[in-house]
């Protein structure tokens, strides 16, 4: 009999592998080194723990890159995306999840599949030289150790970052006197109605100034020594980075007010803060964009600044970790797999893609090339017009290595369209709604043809 195929970490990304890898008839080990070595992030020691966000962004395929990766994950029988649309929670046009029930759901589809086996504690190092074929999914947290271990073997060293969580909030202690319910330009989304946000107005330009100077001088999380080079990743900034950046960097992110009427008052608020479900019964919402390194007291005593929020209790107040991924276009062939050891494959955040959604199509593609060399059959990759392919593309060959940083997918990374027939009438340019569009109209159809090809072969 083969050997089954190991995979380390059973987060967003080990969990998807080893769906795939299961629904190709392949036997699985899933080593998870939760609850016998904890992280500095997560709470429980279920699958495809949520640490940050529960949002898994924007649902929409035909003009956002993320909501058309969904759609691609959709029809390659994700995992996470299936336990993800069981388990959303209005969040407008986004798809956000209560968490505790998607992590259950998944942790529970996998610990029962007849094919999974489930072995609990940290691989500690280069995995045994008689595993053959080996997915290391092992996220931003990977443990020290194997960390240490697979520099020694690619002769580098290993990049970082500093990622932040956002606090968040008991739903009974917000003050709905104040707060109200609306999405951005009253849009809704899966699971949504278009009043899936509670926002939280500043009206006067000096009450959010007070905020930001109190931000500016709350106490932080101090940076050991080693840490203090480590940049933070663009798309998840503390808020007072942010507030660094500019006095009113905030109301042009998190804290815009676009879109967004106060019925409680007759002009557009000065700055809003918006919270989320999330969780299915809606009573726990976390704070939109606002991660942060303030220390713990003085997140309660300026979060409480928020107009609705100043009696707020928390279920979880922010933080941040340190992250950390390989150099992958250098390291990594086109099919995953470490250059100077084949047997190991990796996927999830540690290749340099960031995100959710991202981590998991990564674990998806990596599943689907190691099922395919396990059963003897050439890895086919998924077309680079494709969103998992232009996101495989950009973390294995099409990245310059000397300037790798972690990438959410986007538009920017397809090839181009052929805009023949795209400019409307009275127009001298394509519009961007369309060119969006005919990016992923194009993408659909080439992963059809690849799932097909796929199918065939397994």
């Not at 709470?43 to 993320?66: G, K, P, Q």
């Not at 991924?325 to 893609?353: E, H, M």
């Not at 593309?393 to 972690?406: C, D, K, L, R, Y």
């Given at each position: 009999?083969?050997?089954?195929?190991?995979?380390?970490?059973?987060?967003?990304?080990?969990?998807?592998?080893?769906?795939?890898?299961?629904?190709?008839?392949?036997?699985?080990?899933?080593?998870?080194?939760?609850?016998?070595?904890?992280?500095?992030?997560?709470?429980?020691?279920?699958?495809?723990?949520?640490?940050?966000?529960?949002?898994?962004?924007?649902?929409?395929?035909?003009?956002?890159?993320?909501?058309?990766?969904?759609?691609?994950?959709?029809?390659?029988?994700?995992?996470?995306?299936?336990?993800?649309?069981?388990?959303?929670?209005?969040?407008?046009?986004?798809?956000?999840?209560?968490?505790?029930?998607?992590?259950?759901?998944?942790?529970?589809?996998?610990?029962?599949?007849?094919?999974?086996?489930?072995?609990?504690?940290?691989?500690?190092?280069?995995?045994?030289?008689?595993?053959?074929?080996?997915?290391?999914?092992?996220?931003p947290l990977t443990s020290p150790a194997l960390s240490k271990a697979v520099l020694e073997i690619t002769n580098e060293q290993s990049l970082a970052f500093f990622d932040a969580i956002a606090p968040i909030v008991f739903t009974e202690s917000i003050d709905m006197e104040k707060a109200w319910f609306q999405s951005r330009y009253d849009k809704p989304g899966p699971g949504g109605t278009g009043k899936d946000y509670i926002n939280c107005a500043f009206d006067a330009k000096e009450d959010y100034y007070a905020f930001i100077d109190a931000l500016l001088a709350a106490e932080k999380t101090e940076f050991k020594e080693w840490e203090k080079d480590t940049p933070y990743f663009e798309g998840c900034l503390p808020i007072e980075v942010m507030a660094e950046r500019g006095r009113d960097t905030l109301r042009f992110g998190p804290m815009k007010p676009v879109g967004l009427d106060n019925p409680k008052m007759d002009r557009r608020p000065w700055a809003v803060v918006q919270l989320r479900q999330d969780n299915k019964l809606g009573t726990l919402y976390n704070i939109v964009g606002f991660q942060t390194k303030m220390k713990y007291g003085e997140q309660t005593r300026i979060l409480r600044m928020i107009p609705g929020l100043e009696n707020a209790e928390f279920a979880r107040l922010g933080g941040i970790h340190r992250n950390t991924f390989i150099n992958s276009p250098k390291l990594l062939d086109a099919n995953l797999r470490l250059k100077v050891q084949p047997r190991l494959r990796f996927a999830g955040q540690v290749t340099g893609c960031e995100g959710y959604v991202e981590s998991a199509a990564v674990g998806l593609m990596a599943g689907r090339f190691a099922a395919a060399e396990y059963h003897g059959h050439a890895?086919?990759?998924?077309?680079?017009?494709?969103?998992?392919?232009?996101?495989?593309?950009?973390?294995?060959?099409?990245?310059?290595?000397?300037?790798?940083?972690?990438?959410?997918?986007?538009?920017?990374?397809?090839?181009?369209?052929?805009?023949?027939?795209?400019?409307?009438?009275?127009?001298?340019?394509?519009?961007?709604?369309?060119?969006?569009?005919?990016?992923?109209?194009?993408?659909?159809?080439?992963?059809?043809?690849?799932?097909?090809?796929?199918?065939?072969?397994?």
């Amino acid at each position: 009999m083969k050997k089954p195929v190991h995979i380390i970490g059973a987060g967003m990304a080990g969990s998807e592998a080893a769906w795939q890898l299961v629904n190709a008839g392949v036997p699985v080990v899933l080593h998870e080194m939760r609850p016998v070595q904890k992280t500095e992030a997560h709470s429980t020691d279920n699958f495809a723990e949520l640490v940050c966000s529960n949002s898994f962004r924007s649902d929409d395929w035909e003009y956002n890159a993320v909501g058309l990766l969904h759609e691609e994950m959709r029809r390659a029988n994700s995992i996470i995306m299936g336990a993800g649309d069981r388990h959303k929670v209005p969040a407008g046009s986004a798809l956000a999840v209560d968490r505790d029930m998607f992590s259950q759901d998944v942790t529970d589809k996998l610990k029962n599949h007849p094919l999974v086996t489930v072995e609990r504690g940290e691989v500690a190092g280069l995995p045994p030289s008689d595993w053959d074929s080996v997915i290391i999914a092992t996220g931003p947290l990977t443990s020290p150790a194997l960390s240490k271990a697979v520099l020694e073997i690619t002769n580098e060293q290993s990049l970082a970052f500093f990622d932040a969580i956002a606090p968040i909030v008991f739903t009974e202690s917000i003050d709905m006197e104040k707060a109200w319910f609306q999405s951005r330009y009253d849009k809704p989304g899966p699971g949504g109605t278009g009043k899936d946000y509670i926002n939280c107005a500043f009206d006067a330009k000096e009450d959010y100034y007070a905020f930001i100077d109190a931000l500016l001088a709350a106490e932080k999380t101090e940076f050991k020594e080693w840490e203090k080079d480590t940049p933070y990743f663009e798309g998840c900034l503390p808020i007072e980075v942010m507030a660094e950046r500019g006095r009113d960097t905030l109301r042009f992110g998190p804290m815009k007010p676009v879109g967004l009427d106060n019925p409680k008052m007759d002009r557009r608020p000065w700055a809003v803060v918006q919270l989320r479900q999330d969780n299915k019964l809606g009573t726990l919402y976390n704070i939109v964009g606002f991660q942060t390194k303030m220390k713990y007291g003085e997140q309660t005593r300026i979060l409480r600044m928020i107009p609705g929020l100043e009696n707020a209790e928390f279920a979880r107040l922010g933080g941040i970790h340190r992250n950390t991924f390989i150099n992958s276009p250098k390291l990594l062939d086109a099919n995953l797999r470490l250059k100077v050891q084949p047997r190991l494959r990796f996927a999830g955040q540690v290749t340099g893609c960031e995100g959710y959604v991202e981590s998991a199509a990564v674990g998806l593609m990596a599943g689907r090339f190691a099922a395919a060399e396990y059963h003897g059959h050439a890895v086919e990759t998924p077309p680079v017009t494709t969103a998992m392919g232009a996101l495989l593309n950009h973390i294995t060959t099409g990245a310059e290595a000397e300037t790798f940083q972690p990438m959410n997918i986007n538009f920017g990374l397809f090839p181009p369209i052929d805009e023949t027939g795209l400019v409307q009438e009275g127009k001298k340019k394509v519009e961007s709604r369309d060119r969006k569009r005919a990016y992923a109209v194009r993408a659909l159809a080439d992963l059809d043809g690849w799932l097909k090809t796929y199918k065939a072969a397994a």
